[in-house]
């Protein structure tokens, strides 16, 4: 027998303003919201992010009710006074669900349009990354210290995933102004080195794809793309 195709993931909650994040950032809504938890993103796309999780919430407050009131109106229960009141009720809930994700979807697009307002290039004349260095930026993102061996004296950087970062590289990526050390920590006991903001700039400037094609159109209501679409 042939094997059995690999279902496909389960994406997030649909949302109305998801194709416009999407088109934006070039990513899609999972690996932004991944990209916020590992500290990637920049200010106003970790805003942007927070954002739209609190609208993916109303969004399913939304999208419940109109199930319930599709299920009392299904013929599956009697129809009588009580019936009518449980659609009432619904009715009222949908109205405040809606009311609520049409406040969140206000506050999305606030911190969305200067996006996409702004230029492309956000760093215009910069170096891109090389492969090496989108590695060890995308540790550190995740949380890393600087050691320094007391026998030996070699230091080298650890990050939280076990990745192990050469000192010389984190040198190289303190000069240009992406990462930072936090030098009130000794060394010997582990100094913490994180992503400056032009650091994240970097990593996700570099990390997403190009979005030079037609935005998408909205996802009907309840679907998703199972996959993106192919480009050219």
């Known amino acids: 027998m042939p094997p ?22 070039g990513h899609d809504i999972d690996t932004l919201w991944a990209y916020r938890d590992r500290g990637v993103l920049d200010e106003p ?13 109303t969004q399913t407050g939304v999208t419940f009710y109109l199930r319930l009131l599709n299920r ?29 994700r049409d406040a969140a979807a206000r506050k999305v697009l606030a911190a969305l349009e200067p996006i996409e307002a702004a230029p492309a290039a956000s760093m215009p004349g910069a170096k ?12 550190i993102a995740g949380g890393a210290k600087l050691y320094e061996h007391l026998l030996t004296g070699r230091m080298s950087v650890t990050a939280a995933s076990g990745t192990r970062i050469p000192h010389a590289k984190l040198q190289r990526l303190e000069d240009v102004g992406l990462v930072v050390r936090d030098t009130s920590h000794p060394v010997h006991a582990g100094q913490p080195v994180a992503l400056t903001d032009a650091g994240r700039a970097a990593l996700f400037a570099t990390r997403r794809t190009p ?9 009907r209501s309840g679907t998703r793309p ?7």
């Open 226 to 232: 199972s996959t993106p679409a192919q480009r050219r």
């Open 4 to 25: 059995q195709p690999t279902p496909t993931p389960a994406r997030r909650a649909v949302s109305p303003l998801d194709h416009r994040l999407e088109a934006v950032t």
């Open 211 to 219: 979005t030079t094609q037609a935005p998408k159109l909205p996802a």
């Open 128 to 139: 891109p990354l090389s492969t090496d260095d989108q590695a060890a930026l995308l540790a």
């Open 45 to 57: 796309h970790a805003h942007l992010v927070d954002l739209h999780r609190e609208l993916a919430k």
């Open 72 to 100: 009392l109106s299904s013929g599956e229960f009697d129809v009588d006074a009580a019936l009518f009141t449980r659609i009432d009720r619904s009715v009222d809930q949908l109205k405040e669900a809606t009311v609520a």
